[in-house]
């Protein structure tokens, strides 16, 4: 009996050792596989000379962990200042557009090595208040980064506030600036679930969507609906463009976000000069969730909050048929505008 009991402790403690073994080296074949990997490439010539920019990803996720612990207020100013961190202004904004998928664009972009995120909407640019504070107040709210590394933010009312292109255009006139969509139908119920979902927090009570969207005297889409008026994408876009060339955008699709995330990430990196780092490895479909989840490394993962992918109120056929085709011409004209279609009805 106790013979039988001691075989047994031993194949277990066998297998636990094979596993901490096993794990063990996966990490060591992983750190190596990483610092193998290119080094980062410049963005609007902003890195340096050839090998200043060779910086080991190793060091720049052992930066990582110095940031985290810095927000944590774990890090000293003389950590900071050691190993040479800064708060850099945007090298790329993601202008909008709210309900696109902002939030899940910026947290994947921020798996790449050389991204570090403003977690927080900034609203410097479409804020009177904020935007009156000046520049170095904008810059302050920045996260700090290693210098070869950009900064994003994102802020989705940019995109439809009027003064905003030229307050962006005078920080800097070669910016990037990034648009996620989606079917301007299923976001503009998007937008209108979102109000509703704080409406009923406060318990307030709120119109049906098809009342909003559609106007009663006419029975024409009420384009008086601020739901409405942010899905006319070429409409702002065309301000936009008074300032800066089409060049300087890149339309994400924000649909295609949610289903199948890692193509759409690929041609961001591409737009922004940045070396192909983020992987599958990166991105796991959660069942629960019914989204694409975030893996950082081993331990580290996380799913964007509950606010994000709500349940839609079911709407009334006809009225999205009458929005799907009062958005069409103006779909058409985007893609013509933009030179990237979709299969939007
Ligand atoms: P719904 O809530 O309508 O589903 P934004 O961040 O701009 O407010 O956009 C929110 C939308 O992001 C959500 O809209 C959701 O569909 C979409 N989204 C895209 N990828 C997601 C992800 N991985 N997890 C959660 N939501 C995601």
Request: proline share 6%; net charge positive.
């Amino acid at each position: 009996m106790l013979f039988k009991q001691q075989a047994l402790l031993r194949q277990k403690l066998f297998v636990l050792g094979s596993l901490a073994i096993g794990s063990l080296l996966y990490l060591v074949a992983r750190v190596g596989s990483l610092d193998r990997l290119q080094p980062l490439c410049p963005i609007d010539g902003r890195f340096g000379p050839r090998g200043q920019d060779e910086i080991p990803l190793r060091a720049l996720q052992f930066k990582r962990g110095l940031l985290h612990e810095f927000r944590k207020g774990n890090a000293t100013k003389e950590q900071i200042r050691l190993h040479n961190l800064v708060q850099q202004l945007p090298k790329a904004i993601i202008i909008g557009v709210r309900k696109g998928g902002t939030r899940a664009l910026l947290e994947m972009l921020n798996l790449h090595p050389a991204v570090v995120k403003a977690s927080q909407e900034i609203h410097f640019f479409d804020n009177d208040e904020n935007y009156a504070k000046g520049i170095e107040w904008y810059r302050k709210k920045m996260p700090f980064s290693y210098p070869h590394q950009i900064t994003i933010e994102k802020s989705p009312a940019y995109f439809i506030t009027e003064e905003v292109p030229e307050r962006i255009y005078k920080m800097n006139s070669s910016i990037k600036l990034l648009i996620i969509v989606r079917e301007p139908t299923t976001r503009a119920i998007s937008d209108y679930t979102q109000v509703l979902e704080g409406k009923e927090r406060k318990n307030k009570t709120y119109y049906k969507f098809e009342k909003l969207a559609i106007d009663p005297n006419t029975c024409e889409v009420n384009t008086k609906y601020k739901a409405v008026r942010t899905s006319i994408y070429t409409k702002h876009l065309e301000r936009w463009l008074k300032y800066f060339p089409i060049e300087q955008f890149h339309i994400v699709d924000g649909d295609r976000l949610i289903t199948e995330p890692l193509p759409e990430l690929q041609l961001v990196e591409k737009f922004l000069n940045l070396p192909p780092r983020i992987s599958q490895y990166n991105l796991y479909f959660n069942a629960t969730r019914g989204f694409y989840c975030l893996r950082f490394n081993i331990v580290f993962n996380k799913c964007l909050a509950g606010s994000k992918g709500r349940i839609h109120p079911e709407v009334d056929s006809s009225v999205i048929t009458k929005l799907r085709k009062f958005f069409h011409p103006f779909n058409q004209k985007f893609y013509q505008i933009t030179g990237r279609t979709f299969n939007w009805p």
